[in-house]
């Protein structure tokens, strides 16, 4: 019965996932559907917390596109990478991995592929490179930023006092450290630009070859007055967060009670509840104070990603965690003994659900519950964190396509076999190298 179930949840997911949209979350609940009424499992609790979350954070980075925050910060970046050219395939890493971790939603990177394909180009350097890097370092800077919906969501559950501190100590070293080893391990990827037989072909047109040395710098869209206002708003309130959660004796407490999202145990604020406040409170300044319509805010295409979220991790994890919550005896057997012995093989584990989530926030809600229950340590549960980020082992996701339609060259591509794509290889690496310096940096700290 338990594979009959599980091979359920998987074509669900897989079907989910090629949908797109909230294709993954109408699928969530039609697996759950047959789990309740097919195989009378009992639901579990939906995954609100999160979904809470979700909607918290992406509103107030939609506010700060909207008041042309994002546009300031991508600015930012672009002079960065503009400035040393002949070494974007290490620069452009980094520049987009500091603008995911600050606006906490790799999605900022639709704005910078274009000018990092740009540069790559003209230097010709094999856009490949930075290109498939960058991509991966968007994806990785969430797993440390104190504003992602997945960083939040881990820390909800792993619910000590200092917990989002310590996910940050470990994970944005263990990223930077993991983007660099794969900046290195790119660096000479593919043949050179200039011995590319697709390159050489395409040059042949006259049109393209002058595309190609056209510079769009300075074409860029004007920053609005009130943006870098709004970026100060919304440090303030990164910084608010990262000290609540690295003080949590600051917050009020109001007695012992029952605990749910509002309250934790002891009576503190719970993270939720903070993360909560905090941003949307910064939302409503930057809207007051920059004089942002807030009809504008659901405009932004960022506002518009925040329903496909929030409908995917809703149903997705709904399903998932039911399968768990009633399978738990026989996870916990087949796996227990092995995690117990070979904590890391988790990271393992956690991987493989993340090929298949397509949503770092599902994944961490799907699995972290399930290695808390098998009594693995807070070192164990960060440092495997990274592998929420595996879904670029199948070219499906946006920033993936992206930066394949933003290579007018053709070296960014899917290979014949689908799987060996441009962005396996730094993919893999960053995330090993990540998870194992995690775990160095955990058995030192922690």
């Known amino acids: 019965m338990f594979w009959i179930e599980f091979l359920i949840l998987l074509i669900a997911i897989l079907i989910g996932s090629r949908m797109k949209g909230i294709g993954l979350g109408v699928m969530g609940i039609f697996g759950l559907v047959i789990f309740v009424l097919g195989f009378h499992m009992k639901p579990t609790e939906p995954p609100m917390d999160v979904m809470l979350i979700i909607i918290a954070i992406v509103t107030t980075a939609a ?21 040393n050219p002949s070494n974007v395939t290490f620069i452009a890493p980094f520049a987009t991995y500091i603008l995911c971790l600050f606006a906490g939603t790799s999605h900022i990177v639709y704005s910078i592929l274009p000018i990092i394909s740009e540069v790559a180009t003209k230097k010709r350097i094999r856009p490949e490179r930075p290109l498939s890097i960058s991509v991966i370092a968007s994806h990785l800077a969430l797993t440390g930023s104190p504003i992602s919906a997945c960083t939040a969501a881990l820390v909800v559950l792993l619910g000590y006092p200092g917990a989002l501190f310590d996910v940050m100590m470990i994970s944005i070293p263990a990223g930077l450290i993991g983007t660099l080893v794969a900046c290195f391990v790119v660096r000479k990827k593919g043949l050179e630009l200039n011995e590319d037989p697709i390159f050489i072909e ?40 990262v000290i609540a959660g690295a003080f949590p004796e600051l917050l009020p407490n109001f007695g012992p009670g029952t605990k ?36 504008a805010v659901t405009q932004v295409s960022l506002f518009g990603s925040m329903a496909s979220a929030t409908i995917s991790v809703f149903g997705v994890v709904w399903m998932a965690s039911t399968f768990m919550e009633n399978n738990s005896v026989v996870i916990k057997e087949s796996l227990g003994s092995v995690v117990t012995a070979y904590p890391w093989t988790f990271a393992i584990a956690l991987f493989l659900l993340g090929i298949i989530m397509f949503s770092q926030a599902a994944a961490v809600k799907t699995m972290i519950p399930l290695g808390i229950a098998l009594g693995l340590s807070p070192i164990v549960l960060i440092a495997s964190f990274p592998t929420v980020n595996s879904f670029f082992v199948l070219p499906g996701y946006p920033t993936l396509l992206a930066a394949i339609n933003f290579d007018r060259t053709g070296s960014t591509k899917i290979g014949k076999y689908v799987i060996n794509h441009s962005f396996n290889l730094p993919g893999i690496v960053a995330t090993v190298v990540a998870v194992a310096v995690g775990f160095l940096i955990g058995s030192i700290i922690l």
Do not use: H, W
């Open 63 to 83: 506010t700060l596109q909207a008041s042309g925050g994002l546009d300031y910060l991508v600015s930012l970046a672009e002079k960065v990478i503009r400035n």
């Open 202 to 241: 395409k040059m042949k047109d006259p049109e393209f070859a002058r595309s190609i040395d056209f510079s769009t710098e300075g074409n860029g869209v004007k920053v609005r007055a009130g943006a870098k206002t709004a970026v100060m708003i919304f440090s303030v309130a990164i910084l608010l967060i």
């Open 260 to 295: 749910n999202l509002v309250l934790k145990d002891d009576g503190t604020v719970s993270m939720v509840t903070v993360i909560c406040l905090i941003t949307l409170s910064a939302s409503a300044a930057m809207m007051l104070i920059t004089k942002t319509s807030a009809v």
